[in-house]
């Protein structure tokens, strides 16, 4: 009969890593899924494309035609329709399976228990579809003044007063989609019901506006779109003059998007954390 002896081998104990590494860890996993998607891919490098080829074709042909070139030049790329599309689908595309895939495998409960705080987890989900609205749409505002000025088209002065506008509309749009995506996903476990819920935010908004401005000729009705409160605060960055509706009205309206929006995606995520535990 054999005997009984003690383990020669010694369980090796790993200390367990930070807080910034762990949620970390969601944020890398998520982008290699995300950006790995041939739609979501298409649409971003499309999306900054069409940016930056528009800035720089409005330029030069505000420079053919002898107009000035001046920081509110670069304003009317916003203004191209395409720009709200574009938006939408990155936002769409990459960020409405982010929560709601977790709650339908019901991995979030995983996630949670690591542990991950409900803000860590809230902020990797967001800094994901950020990266990706930040590439489609701070991203050629930035670009496309380098461009031109490299070109010759303007000179280096208003590039950089460019860039700097072009940054800080891009990172408002960015906190703008990106969290309103993101608490459309956590309110359902079906990302085509998030993107639905998210096209229908924007164009709808977008589609009534106009309408209703003109059935009770009223400008401060375009305050329901959200593009438009957008373009409102970019005319602002841009030293564009307001048309229709004030930009601090505009900004208090979406500063209440983005506090709620984040609001609810984590009472949502803190309520599937209470009833897991």
Known sequence: MGTVRQPTYLRREEPLRGRFFRVWSIFASGV??????????????????VGVITTIFNIFVGGLFGQEITLSSFFQTLTNPAILVFML???AGVGAGLIADD?????????????????GYVAAKASIVGLALFIAVAFPGVVGPIVAALLGYVGWVTAMLALGAGLAFGLLAVGVFGLTVLMFSSLTTRKGIAAAAMF?????????AFPLRNLFDADEILHISLYENLLAVGRLVYGVEQVGITWQVSLAILAAIMVGAFAVTLLRIRTVEVVSG
């Open 32 to 49: 290699r899924r995300g950006f790995r998607r041939p739609f979501a891919l298409i649409t971003i490098l499309l999306a900054l494309a």
């Open 89 to 91: 689908l990155v936002a």
């Open 103 to 119: 709650m339908r495998h019901r991995s979030l409960t995983l996630y949670l228990s690591r542990p991950v705080t409900s803000v």
């Open 200 to 208: 229908a935010m924007g164009f709808a908004s977008s589609g009534l």
